[in-house]
């Protein structure tokens, strides 16, 4: 049904994701605001409370509201200065996000260290999704979401996207396969193609 998308040629002069980043964070306003994911908020009663990981955080908007909302809480991002702005806000909101600098293509989960991983707008390499469940505590729980393939094919580009950081119908739900699913639903929302998803290790 997708056939038609057709993924750019790699220009082999790209920046990597961490120079791309690096240079959007740089405007000293918060680039996707202050405000939590809605889906955060909407399911953060279903997360298992206690130590959580946010994958790919960003400027801290979501590692924050957890902190807020009594979790402990890790993040991390490839970018300096991303996690340079997450600090502030987790200050200026006075509470504790351990907040660090690393390449996602290279990081190994810690072994059932995390009640909850939240993962938003990052499309990790598939092998990724074995280490989610490996960081996860038993009866812990992953909060994922991220943009659709239709995204796309609708013609509504997002200038900070990549269509290689969109997940194709299912995909997410086949990455998923080893978790019990609690929610998962792909959404078209205002100009936004969605895809959302809660699982919980057994």
């Known amino acids: 049904m997708f056939d038609d998308i057709q993924y750019p040629e790699i220009d082999p002069n790209k920046k990597n994701a961490a120079q791309l980043w690096e240079e959007r964070y740089q405007n000293p306003d918060y680039l996707f605001g202050k405000e939590p994911s809605d ?3 909407t399911f953060l009663g279903q997360l298992s409370k206690g130590t959580a990981l946010d994958v790919a955080m960003g400027e801290g908007r979501n590692a ?4 807020e909302n009594g979790f402990k809480v890790e993040g991390l ?8 702005k997450a600090k502030k806000m987790a200050t200026d909101k006075k509470v504790q996000v351990d907040a660090k600098v690393q390449n996602l293509d290279f990081y190994l989960m810690p072994l059932m260290k995390f009640n909850t991983i ?5 499309k990790p390499a598939s092998r990724f999704f074995s280490e989610l469940k490996r960081g996860l505590m038993a ?7 991220g943009y659709t393939v239709e995204q796309f094919k609708r013609n509504q580009p997002n200038p900070y996207l990549d269509l290689d950081q969109c997940f194709k119908p299912n995909e997410l739900l086949g990455h998923l396969k080893d978790l019990h699913v609690l929610y998962y639903k792909e959404i078209a929302e205002g100009g936004s193609h969605l895809v959302h998803a809660l699982a919980q290790k057994r």
Not at 118 to 122: F, L, N, S, T
């Open 39 to 41: 889906f955060l908020k």
């Open 64 to 67: 924050v509201f957890l902190a």
């Open 77 to 84: 991002d490839c970018s300096a200065k991303a996690i340079e």
């Open 118 to 122: 939240v993962m938003a707008y990052y």
């Open 139 to 145: 009866g812990g729980t992953v909060l994922i979401e």
